[in-house]
């Protein structure tokens, strides 16, 4: 690995140290001697390769938890949330969810600002370059009830709140007991928001009669597959996707079946912590 490799090898390893204790005490000691830097250098080294100071990295981070269990866990109490987002109170933390938002948390539980909120993450999705282990299986066709999302990435959330209101309503494919599945038809950072293609799916074993959220059913084809394990956050799930078309597919003498990249999520949110997400990424070959 040259000097780049091993320096973005260092910062990957502090960045997922902070994801999986968000719970804790972060301070610029303890970061520097996870990525084994100079203290005295480490704030200036983050916030060149981050765009952001580290204590404004690990509050974002903090806030888009925060946000998420707003929208996805409506029976947890903003007081709660607040305490868990290291806020001393539930003013404080309004008066900072505000300023990022342009919102206070109970505002976005009730109508989430999605745009704004995606774009105060933007740096928070660098890439982080690593070796993953690529196996290539028989996927078995599967049956899935599939809403599809058609428009800007951000509002990705509001459609999947509605899936998650049909799973809940119809019964027909309890997320416990079924596969969720993404399709992914484009490349969010190639095509205009207003272009953007991805369905939300879950795996059924009946036909899906009409319904007001507009699901309908769709197969996901069987066949060959490359498949690669990603582990932490859905917003970082694009690493993997460029891993197996830039650095894995031009060397492995596969080509390409004519079917999108597909996502399995082995768990899911609000139950599972962001950091401990698993999701397989499937590549299909011919």
Known sequence: MNDSGAYAERFAKVLDFIETHLDEALT???????ANFSKFHFHRQFSAYVGASVSRYVQLLR??????????????????????????????????????????????????????????????????RRIMDVKIVDFEEVKVAALE??????????????????????????????????????????VAPQAFRFDICGEVNAPVPANPQGVV????????????RHLG?????GECAYYLYRDWLPGSGEE???????????????????????????LPLK
């Open 217 to 228: 059913n769709k197969i996901i084809p069987g066949g060959r597959c490359a498949v690669a």
């Open 233 to 237: 956050s859905h917003d970082r799930i």
């Open 63 to 128: 806030l888009k938890r925060a946000s998420r269990r707003l929208v996805f866990d409506p029976g947890a109490r903003v007081i709660d949330i607040a305490l868990e987002a290291g806020f001393e109170t539930p003013e404080s933390f309004s008066r900072a969810f505000k300023r990022e938002y342009g919102r206070t948390p109970s505002h976005f539980r009730t109508a989430p600002a999605w745009k704004p909120w995606r774009e105060s993450f933007q740096f928070l999705s660098s890439e982080r």
């Open 256 to 282: 390409l079946r004519d079917f999108p990249l597909f996502f399995h999520y082995l768990n899911l949110l609000p139950e599972t912590p962001e950091h401990a997400l698993v999701t397989d990424v499937y």
């Open 149 to 190: 999302h058609r428009g800007p990435p951000e509002s990705l959330n509001d459609t999947a709140r509605r899936f998650i209101e049909w799973r809940k309503e119809s019964k027909l494919s309890p997320k416990d007991r079924r596969r969720t599945f993404g399709v992914a038809f484009d490349n969010p950072d190639a």
């Open 28 to 34: 610029v000691e303890r970061l520097s001697r996870e």
